[in-house]
C-alpha cells in the first residue's frame, strides 16, 4: 500500500465530489443525471480509475465499458424495435410471398393480430426473423436497416425510432470516452441490425458493436465478392452468451458493464466479480409517466435475479423516475 | 472530377514517391524494404488515402487493414507455430495422460515420431488441439501461452518463437498505424493463442485480433465467474471463412489486406474486388537462403491459385529475396 498515492487520490476524488454535489453546472459533463447517489457513484468510480496515481488507476487501453442496448440505450416497449422492423420487413415483402396468406405466424402478422402471430413462441419469431433478416447479402441487408432506421416511427409515442434513446446515456457514453474509456454494445439484438446507426446515434462505430448473428457465406458472383446471410442461428448474444460474445470480441474483460435485465447479469457478473476497480450499473424502468414501469414479472426486459444480485454486490441500480431529469433527448 | 483536386493529389503523389526513390533515408518508413516496385506500390496506395483532396481520399475510420498471421508476419516452416505449441503441451501433460501411451495420435507424439502422429490428418490434429487447448479457464489458457511464447525457440533456427517475426512487415504496420489505418490481424491460427502477444509483438491489441476459436461456457464457481474452453470448434478462420470473420468483428470491409498463401485468397478478393482505392499484397516465400522458399506445391502455405490472381489484378507480390534487405528484427 502506497499512502501518498491513497492520500493524492482520495484528495483529488473529494474535489470532484464536492465540485459535482455543489453543481457546477458549466462543468457537468451529466446535466441530465440528478445528484445523487447513482451520479455520484458514476464520476466518483471514473474518478478512481483516471486519476494518475490513483490505487485502482486502469491504464487507457483497458477501459473497457460495455453496454446492453434494448431497454439501456433506448426504450424496449411495447415490444423489441428490431421485432418492429422484422413486422415491417413481413408487410413489404408480402406481396412476393402469397403462401404467407395460410401460412403461421405470417397469415395472422398480415391481419395486424400480433398476438395470435407470437402465440408459436420462439418458433414463431425465430421464423420471422428468418424470412425477414437472411437470404440477401450484407450489403443489401446493411441498406434495408439504413433506410428502416431513417423513417420508422415509435408505435406510441410517435417519435422517430431513434429518437427513443435516452439522453441521459448518451452523455454517459460521451462522459466515459472523454476519459479515454472505449464503449462497446453488447447486444441480443442482431449485431448486423445495429451497426448501421451506432455511430451516428451513439458514437460507436461498428467493430465495437456486439450483438446476436446468423451465419453467412463467402460467395464469388462473377468477379464480385458478396456475404450472404444464411436462415441459420449463429450466436445468441444474450444472458450466458454475453460474457462469451465479449471475450470474442473484444479480448479482454471490461471494467464497467451497464444493463436493464436479467440478460444483462452474467455481463455484470463477469464484469464486477474480479479483482480490482469495477463498475455496474442497472437501468431501473420505473417511470411510468415518461417510459415504462416494468421489472420483475414482465415479458420483456424483465429484472428479477439482477436486482437481487444488485443488492448483494453493490451494485448501482438506477431509477429512470428519480435520477434522470429527462429521458429522451 | 474535380481537376483542382486530382492535379493536387498527383503533385502530392509525385513528390512523395520521388521522395522515396531518391532515398531521403532518414524519413523512410520501411527502411528494410528495397527500392523497388512493392515499396513504392504501398507508399503510392498510402498517399493516395490519406492525401486530403485526393480523389480516393479515405477518412480514418475506414482505414482498416487486415493481415494474416503465419507465412505473413511471422514464420510457418517447418510447422505452423502453435502447432509446436501442442506438441509441448502434450509432452508437458503426458504425465497426466497415462492412456496417451497407447492411443494414437499421442503414442506417436510422445516417442518424437511426428510423421506417423499426423498420418491420421484432420482428424489427428483436431484430437492433439482440444487436448492442448481446451478443458481450461480463458484466463488459465492466457497464462499457458504467456508462459511458452516468452520460452519457445524455433526448432531449426534457434532463435525466440517470436524473434520469427519479419521486420519488413513490423515497418509496413507501423507505417500504416502511422497513416491513422487500424491494424488488424485475420489468421487462421487460434484467436486466444495470438491475443496473449500480439500487442507487444505487433503493436496490435487483443480486440484487433481475429482468428479461429473453439466454444466456450460461462460458469460461476461459487462467486467467481469463468469462461471455460470447450473441445468443440466454433469457427475456422481461413479461407472462405476469412471475409466472414471480418464481418463478424469489424463489420467493415478492409481497404488494404496482406496475405502470403491460398487461405488469404478470398480475404483479398474480399477487399480488393470492390470500388475504390484498394491495395492487396501477397508475400511470397521465395528466399530459401535467408527463409524458406516454397509456394505452388507447398502443404503449409501453399500459393498457387493466389499467385494467378494477384497476377490477373495487379495485387503487389513482394519477393522476400528481392523486395527485403533483412527479414528478422
Same mark, same amino acid.
Given at each position: 500500500?502506497?499512502?501518498?498515492?491513497? /492520500?493524492?487520490?482520495?484528495?483529488? *476524488?473529494?474535489?470532484?465530489?464536492?465540485?459535482?454535489?455543489?453543481?457546477?453546472?458549466?462543468?457537468?459533463?451529466?446535466? @441530465?443525471?440528478?445528484?445523487?447517489?447513482?451520479?455520484?457513484?458514476?464520476?466518483?468510480?471514473?474518478?478512481?480509475? !483516471? /486519476?494518475?496515481?490513483? #490505487?485502482?488507476?486502469?491504464?487507457?487501453?483497458?477501459?473497457?465499458? !460495455?453496454?446492453?442496448?434494448?431497454? !439501456?440505450?433506448?426504450?424496449?416497449? $411495447?415490444?423489441?424495435f428490431?421485432?418492429?422492423?422484422?413486422?415491417?420487413?413481413?408487410?413489404?415483402?408480402? $406481396?412476393?410471398?402469397? +403462401?404467407?396468406? &395460410?401460412? +403461421?405466424?405470417?397469415?395472422?402478422?398480415?391481419?395486424?393480430?400480433?398476438?395470435?402471430?407470437?402465440?408459436? *413462441?420462439?418458433?414463431?419469431?425465430?421464423?420471422?426473423?428468418?424470412? &425477414?433478416?437472411?437470404?440477401? &447479402?450484407?450489403?443489401e441487408? %446493411?441498406?434495408?436497416?439504413?433506410?428502416?432506421i431513417? &423513417?420508422?416511427?415509435?408505435?406510441t409515442?410517435?417519435?422517430?425510432?431513434?429518437?427513443?434513446?435516452?439522453q441521459?446515456?448518451?452523455?454517459?457514453?460521451?462522459?466515459l470516452?472523454?476519459?479515454?474509456?472505449?464503449?462497446?454494445?453488447?447486444?441480443?439484438?442482431?449485431?448486423?441490425?445495429?451497426?448501421?446507426?451506432? %455511430?451516428?446515434?451513439?458514437?460507436?462505430? #461498428?467493430?465495437?458493436?456486439? *450483438?446476436?448473428?446468423?451465419?453467412?457465406?463467402? %460467395?464469388?458472383?462473377?468477379?464480385?465478392?458478396v /456475404?450472404?446471410?444464411? $436462415?441459420?442461428?449463429?450466436?445468441?448474444?444474450?444472458?450466458?452468451?454475453?460474457?462469451?460474445?465479449?471475450?470474442?470480441?473484444?479480448?479482454?474483460?471490461?471494467i464497467?458493464?451497464?444493463?436493464?435485465?436479467?440478460?444483462?447479469?452474467?455481463?455484470?457478473?463477469?464484469?464486477?466479480?474480479? %479483482?480490482?476497480?469495477?463498475?455496474?450499473?442497472?437501468?431501473?424502468?420505473?417511470?411510468?409517466?415518461? +417510459?415504462?414501469?416494468?421489472?420483475? +414479472?414482465?415479458?420483456?426486459?424483465?429484472?428479477?435475479?439482477?436486482?437481487?444480485?444488485?443488492?448483494?454486490?453493490?451494485w448501482?441500480?438506477? @431509477?429512470m423516475?428519480?435520477?434522470?431529469?429527462?429521458?429522451?433527448?
Amino acid at each position: 500500500m502506497n499512502l501518498a498515492h491513497d /492520500l493524492a487520490w482520495l484528495r483529488a *476524488g473529494l474535489a470532484l465530489v464536492l465540485a459535482s454535489t455543489l453543481g457546477t453546472a458549466a462543468a457537468d459533463p451529466l446535466p @441530465s443525471w440528478r445528484d445523487g447517489k447513482s451520479k455520484q457513484a458514476i464520476m466518483e468510480f471514473v474518478a478512481r480509475v !483516471t /486519476l494518475p496515481g490513483s #490505487p485502482d488507476f486502469v491504464p487507457e487501453p483497458e477501459r473497457i465499458a !460495455t453496454f446492453d442496448n434494448d431497454g !439501456t440505450l433506448w426504450a424496449e416497449q $411495447p415490444a423489441y424495435f428490431q421485432l418492429l422492423f422484422a413486422l415491417d420487413r413481413v408487410k413489404t415483402l408480402a $406481396p412476393q410471398h402469397p +403462401e404467407w396468406k &395460410t401460412h +403461421e405466424p405470417f397469415a395472422s402478422l398480415l391481419k395486424g393480430d400480433l398476438k395470435s402471430a407470437l402465440a408459436g *413462441g420462439e418458433k414463431a419469431i425465430v421464423e420471422i426473423l428468418m424470412a &425477414t433478416h437472411a437470404g440477401m &447479402t450484407s450489403a443489401e441487408f %446493411e441498406q434495408i436497416v439504413t433506410d428502416w432506421i431513417a &423513417t420508422a416511427t415509435h408505435p406510441t409515442t410517435g417519435r422517430p425510432i431513434t429518437g427513443m434513446v435516452y439522453q441521459p446515456m448518451l452523455e454517459l457514453l460521451a462522459y466515459l470516452r472523454a476519459n479515454d474509456f472505449k464503449t462497446y454494445i453488447v447486444s441480443g439484438g442482431g449485431i448486423e441490425f445495429m451497426r448501421p446507426w451506432t %455511430e451516428r446515434v451513439y458514437g460507436i462505430p #461498428p467493430e465495437q458493436v456486439v *450483438g446476436s448473428s446468423i451465419k453467412s457465406a463467402f %460467395e464469388l458472383r462473377g468477379d464480385k465478392p458478396v /456475404l450472404v446471410r444464411q $436462415p441459420a442461428v449463429d450466436f445468441i448474444d444474450d444472458k450466458s452468451g454475453k460474457p462469451v460474445g465479449i471475450q470474442s470480441h473484444i479480448g479482454r474483460r471490461p471494467i464497467a458493464a451497464f444493463g436493464n435485465s436479467d440478460g444483462d447479469l452474467q455481463m455484470l457478473q463477469w464484469t464486477c466479480l474480479a %479483482e480490482g476497480a469495477r463498475f455496474c450499473l442497472y437501468v431501473r424502468h420505473d417511470d411510468a409517466d415518461r +417510459e415504462w414501469a416494468y421489472d420483475r +414479472e414482465s415479458h420483456i426486459g424483465q429484472l428479477d435475479q439482477g436486482l437481487d444480485q444488485a443488492e448483494a454486490h453493490g451494485w448501482t441500480v438506477v @431509477s429512470m423516475k428519480d435520477d434522470w431529469s429527462r429521458i429522451y433527448p
